[in-house]
């Protein structure tokens, strides 16, 4: 099976083959790797990748999937057909931004009414005992900012809402 996803705007291509022994062998450009998993629930799961361990935290909305692996964000943007194709949609989205995990609010860096660009961070959250930027998915104006500094948040909860 090949999958094709976008990650701060690269294309990339993954080949996937199972194993006889219930592991995965992953092909990423020229290398191989070993892969095996151990779901913990439907948002987390242990990665075993040729010996080495990862945690893996995943939580998705309509434009994005963001990864924390081993309490590292990485977002992941999911493209339309219209741009695969290359085509810009003309009408202005508005996004919402929610947490993936628990946690707690250090710092808000922008304040409602912001224009920000894409990539930008708005928010400082801390969770796993790790400070993590949590990025504009694309330019624009903040909306709507949920908590405030030292409010706790609980996995799902509203951050930032950016048109």
């Not at 692996?69 to 996004?95: D, F, H, P, W, Y």
Request: proline share 3%; hydrophobic share 40%.
């Amino acid at each position: 099976m090949n999958i094709s996803f976008w990650c701060q705007d690269k294309e990339y291509e993954l080949k996937l083959m199972q194993k006889a022994d219930n592991g995965i062998q992953i092909q990423l450009g020229g290398k191989k790797y070993q892969v095996a998993a151990e779901f913990i629930n439907m948002d987390e799961f242990i990665l075993d990748i040729d010996g080495k361990i990862y945690d893996v935290i995943v939580s998705t909305n309509s434009n994005s999937y963001t990864v924390f692996l081993n309490g590292k964000c990485i977002q992941v943007k999911k493209k339309s057909a219209i741009q695969m194709l290359g085509g810009k949609n003309s009408l202005a989205e508005r996004k919402i931004i929610r947490t993936s995990m628990p946690g707690r609010v250090v710092k808000v860096l922008e304040k409602e009414g912001s224009e920000i660009k894409e990539g930008q961070p708005v928010i400082i959250l801390e969770a796993m005992k790790m400070h993590n930027e949590i990025k504009s998915p694309q330019p624009g104006k903040i909306i709507k900012i949920g908590p405030g500094v030292g409010d706790s948040v609980e996995a799902g909860a509203l951050l930032f809402t950016v048109e």
